[in-house]
């Protein structure tokens, strides 16, 4: 029986918790626009970049500058947008609870717990 030698390959450190938590926040938004559509879908990740120098991968990190666009894009209706998506990730992680603390329910609070508690989904 021969014995196969293998390479010991570097070990490669990657933060599961933030991966999982941009992930379901960049899902959920796909899936909240990809109801207008594929072409609307592509046309506003697209003004968002040009517009805004925010790329899709980095909504997570920067959710106030994705709530100022999308306030300044859709106006009033950019709240209903925001539900949606808050419908979106309850759905791919019902066990993400939040626990509305003022009497307006923000977007920003709302992934901001969830970038915080990402750990015990």
């Known amino acids: 029986m021969s014995h196969i030698q293998t390479e010991s390959l570097p070990k490669i450190e990657v933060d599961f918790k933030s991966s999982c938590f941009e992930a ?7 899936q909240t626009f990809l109801k207008l559509g594929i072409e609307a879908k592509q046309a506003f990740y697209s003004f968002l970049e040009v517009h805004y120098k925010l790329n899709k991968e980095d909504i997570p990190d920067r959710i106030r500058d994705f709530v100022n666009a999308l306030e300044q894009i859709f106006g009033t209706s950019a709240s209903l947008l925001e539900i949606d998506v808050m419908k979106s990730i309850r759905q791919k992680a019902p066990s ?3 626990i509305v603390k003022t ?6 609070d709302y ?3 969830l970038k915080r508690n990402v750990n015990t989904l």
């Open 111 to 113: 992934v901001e717990s």
């Open 103 to 108: 009497p307006a329910l923000s977007f920003e």
């Open 96 to 98: 993400f609870i939040y």
């Open 24 to 30: 379901l926040v960049i899902e959920a938004i796909d």
